[in-house]
C-alpha cells in the first residue's frame, strides 16, 4: 500500500527529499542534437565535459503519478543554448507540467502534426505540455534553471525521433539576444 508524504523540492538546488533516483547528462552525452558540431567536440574538449542537466525523481512502486526536478546549467554550443536532449511520450495519451521555479529558459514544443510553439520558463510559470507534443527545455539564461516536473508513471519516454530528425526550430542567441530560427537540418 502507498502512503502520503510531503517531498521537500528546492526550487533554487533542484534538490528532491527523499529522492528515488537521479541521473546526469554531460556534453558528450548529447551528441547529434546541436548544429555545429565542430563547437561541440571543441566544447567537450575545453571545458571537459561540462554537466548540461541533470534530472532527480520521486517515483513510488506501483504509482500512477510521479514527479521530480530538472537543474539545468547555463551554456552554449555554438549559439545554441544548452538544451534537454527533447521527447515524445511514449503514451500519446500522457501529457506532463512543468513547474520553473528558477532561472529562465524556453520550452520548446512540437505537435505529432508538425506545429510549434514556445512557452516562456521563467519562477511561477507551470507549463501545460498536452499529450502527444514533443518538448525540449534550453536554458537561455546565465544561471540554473530549475523546473519540476509532473507526470504518469506510464507515460514512457521516446527520444528516438527527435534525436533522428531534430525539432522545426532552434533556439539560439543573436546580436545577444535569445531567438527562435527554423532548423535548416531538419528532416521530415
Ligand atoms: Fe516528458
Known amino acids: 500500500m502507498l502512503y502520503p ?11 528532491v527529499t527523499p529522492e528515488t533516483g537521479r541521473y546526469s547528462k554531460r556534453l558528450s552525452g548529447l551528441a547529434g542534437i546541436f548544429q555545429d558540431s565542430s563547437a561541440f567536440e571543441r ?16 517515483r ?8 521530480g526536478t530538472t537543474t539545468m546549467q ?11 536532449r527533447g521527447h515524445f ?3 500519446r495519451d500522457r501529457g506532463e507540467a512543468y513547474y520553473t521555479q528558477s532561472g529562465v529558459g524556453l520550452l520548446l514544443l512540437e505537435s505529432r502534426a508538425g506545429e510549434t510553439r514556445s512557452v516562456a520558463m521563467c519562477p511561477g510559470v ?5 499529450p502527444d507534443w514533443a518538448h525540449r527545455s534550453i536554458n537561455t539564461g546565465r544561471e540554473k534553471l530549475v523546473f519540476a516536473w509532473f ?7 521516446d527520444y528516438g525521433q ?6 522545426r526550430k532552434l533556439v539560439v542567441e543573436q546580436n545577444g539576444e535569445v531567438a527562435i530560427t527554423d532548423n535548416p537540418n531538419f528532416r521530415t
Do not use: N, W
Request: aromatic share 12%; hydrophobic share 40%.
Open 5 to 15: 508524504e510531503g517531498v521537500l523540492i528546492d526550487g533554487m538546488t533542484g534538490a
Open 43 to 58: 566544447a567537450i574538449f575545453d571545458e571537459a565535459d561540462p554537466l548540461v542537466y541533470e534530472v532527480i525523481d520521486y
Open 60 to 67: 513510488k512502486p506501483d504509482s500512477d503519478l510521479f514527479f
Open 74 to 84: 547555463p551554456g552554449k554550443v555554438g549559439v545554441e543554448y544548452y538544451m534537454t
Open 89 to 91: 511520450h511514449e503514451r
Open 126 to 130: 507551470c507549463a501545460f505540455i498536452p
Open 151 to 157: 507526470c504518469a508513471t506510464d507515460a514512457g519516454h
Open 162 to 167: 527527435i534525436l533522428q530528425r531534430g525539432m
